[in-house]
């Protein structure tokens, strides 16, 4: 793996990684597995997108902390003779820790029955942001457009192939790292990234903060061909649901970052700990816990 | 998994764990995978000792760097419906990490076909010590007994039950964490932990420092029951190999730490990243390369 990683990796060769943490940042770390069979199956995807993604679902939990990476370590296992090969996984990790300016600090590679991966994604920030922070009275935001994932894999579980903009949502995410920072100097106070779906990530930013929310599905911003119940239930997006203290300047952001910013609902003293999602002014509610397609 | 751990745990509910590495200290982290099968049969051990030498395996690399304990992250894979149990593997867990006062930072559990661990562990020194720092004139000593992790797989592989001490070697390592801190003070200069083998392991040294490495076989502390040849070749150990560039006095370590301390060797100048055993004046080849009973 090393030398397909070549000056992306740090490796030292010692039992551990050593590495700085700057003055006055606390340290954020998160790990994160991906399993053959659970979370992506070796016949829609290849080897390169296999690491891409896993990668990329790590640095997402930095994103959602508003942390910038500081680097991070991948155990792989998998079979003897397995298509795809590590040097192909290793590269797709490598072009994710690349495009997010992430160093590799090392490995653990084994031998095992099934593909996984198990990656370690650490990062530095001065105030991490929290799931428990949204208050009464705050907007909510979600970067980019929801439920190409969850089309995708609709439409391979259908036996069909999916679209390639909604193929291409499932296998290269993007972590938003610098979004993440922009966000919270324009008054984001509680972040957290779609991994499980957004009605999910909702319940788990509502109950965090103590407080209630209400989502106007009609404003949730959709991928082609995907209905907004679809986008809310659609999981591994790894956007970013923000809740801001103040009104963002959504024409900004999208010149930024060239995705958009979207209101989509507020943060209540009402029903703390629950989600309400409305539709043209009727309550429906979407399928919670995403929980990937072995199900 | 959190319920198990308690106050062991200090997870967030957060996308990531924040914590602080103490100022003037670096980080070191590290990961480790234990994969059934692999690492271990289910039939041999039970879940929390799967747990518990997971971890200890992790934190034993930080031992190895001279660091102290920060924190660690579980990934955890299993079966549904298997034995053991998520709270037997995560009370091994919690186990070892208490004994080495090591919080839990969080984790990810995930449904997979086969059992598998990895365990992140992040630590912090001022000087990690690393393997290239072994100069000629150093004395190589090497801490506790070897060969009790080998001998207990060798009486499970003949389909026999191992020895009780050599069976609690293998599924009770000990992180030699306050050990490599003493032998530091104590003019250790370059550090690896026995979990190839001690052959295996002698070598990745004799690599990094880019010197020879002389041991002689006969000095080697034994497990009873077990060669000096089978010592050597024991991986899973986790005991330390230490250069020192002084002459360290084993009587009080064994006072300090109720385990031996032994001279076993020398560095030289001659046949850098080689490895010479001597029995008796006469030169022997362990095998090295020790991967796991799978091969």
């Known amino acids: 793996m090393l030398r397909v990683w070549g000056d992306v990796s740090v490796g030292t060769g010692d039992d551990a990684a050593v590495l700085d943490v700057p003055a006055g940042s606390r340290l954020v770390v998160t790990t994160d597995t991906a399993i053959e069979g659970v979370h992506f199956r070796r016949e829609w995807i290849t080897g390169a ?41 290793a590269a797709g990790v490598k072009e994710a820790a690349h495009r997010s300016g992430c160093p590799i600090l090392g490995g653990d590679t084994n031998r095992a029955p099934v593909l996984s991966l198990t990656i370690t994604a650490l990062g530095h920030a001065r105030l991490p942001v929290r799931r428990s922070g949204a208050r009464p009275g705050d907007t909510l ?13 609709r439409a391979w579980l259908s036996g069909s192939q ?14 938003r790292l610098d979004e993440a920072k922009w966000l919270v100097e324009h008054g984001a106070r509680a972040m957290i990234d779609v991994s499980d779906g957004l009605s999910s990530d909702l319940h788990h930013l509502a109950i965090a903060s103590g407080a209630g929310i209400v989502v106007n599905l009609d404003t949730v911003p959709t991928a082609l061909d995907v209905s907004p119940l679809q986008a809310a239930e659609s999981g591994e997006e790894y956007e970013l649901v923000i809740a801001a203290v103040t009104q963002i300047d959504c024409d900004e952001f999208v010149r930024r970052f060239g995705i958009p910013l979207t209101a989509i609902g507020r943060v209540e003293a009402e029903g703390p700990g629950t989600v309400k999602f409305e539709a043209s002014g009727t309550r429906v509610d979407p399928v919670r816990g995403y929980d990937h397609f072995s199900r």
Chains 1, 2 share one sequence.
């Open 49 to 89: 997108e296999i690491g891409y993604r896993s990668a990329a679902a790590a640095l997402s939990d930095l994103a959602a902390m508003a942390a910038d990476p500081l680097g991070m370590l991948l155990a792989l296992s998998l079979p003897e003779g397995l298509t795809p090969s590590i040097e192909d996984l």
């Open 141 to 153: 935001y979600v970067t980019g457009k929801l439920g190409g994932p969850g089309a995708a894999l």
């Open 162 to 175: 999916p679209r390639p903009d909604h193929r291409a949502r499932f296998v290269y995410p993007v972590a």
